[in-house]
């Protein structure tokens, strides 16, 4: 990966940055010509992206993403509630959800918890889809005869 840093940040090549992006290097020529995309060239002329370039896009379309309501799912265990704790640091978060008799809990991204603009107070709809189930039984049950 051929990178170089200085005061704005590190750099890519162009390629890596249309990989990236999920587009051709074609369309980030486009772009740098339109102006949408800042581009520099290496000492040897290769056109180089900073990866903040990169970043912004992404979060671009991301914000302008037109996901369509979801009408039907396959989880069927589905508990609306109240968020009632958030604990997060800089990479992870937890999030308590009070749903009826229920508490759930749920571990997350900070991300996510901005990408929700998530709040303590916040109606919420926790889903759970399980890969497994444990079955317990409690102490003190009569033996079988």
């Known amino acids: 990966m051929a990178k170089s840093t200085d005061s704005a940040g590190p750099r890519i090549r162009v390629g890596q940055a249309a990989e990236m992006l999920g587009v ?3 369309t980030l020529r486009r ?3 339109e102006g949408r995309l800042a ?3 290496s000492d040897g002329g290769q056109r180089l992206v900073a990866i903040g370039e990169v970043a912004r896009l992404l979060a671009e379309r991301r ?3 037109t996901d369509r309501p979801i009408v039907a799912q396959s989880a069927r265990n589905r508990f609306a509630g109240i968020v009632t704790r958030i604990e997060r640091d800089r990479v992870a978060a937890v999030v308590e959800v009070i749903a009826g008799p229920h508490r759930l809990v749920s571990l997350m991204t ?4 901005d ?3 998530l709040r303590v107070g916040d109606e919420a709809i926790c889903i ?3 890969t497994n189930v444990i079955v317990e039984v409690p ?3 009569e033996a079988r005869i």
């Open 128 to 130: 759970v889809k399980a």
């Open 31 to 33: 772009w740098e010509a």
């Open 139 to 141: 102490s003190g049950r």
């Open 39 to 41: 581009m520099e060239r």
């Open 110 to 113: 900070a991300e996510a918890i």
């Open 115 to 117: 990408d929700l603009d």
């Open 63 to 65: 914000k302008a993403s």
């Open 24 to 26: 051709s290097v074609e």
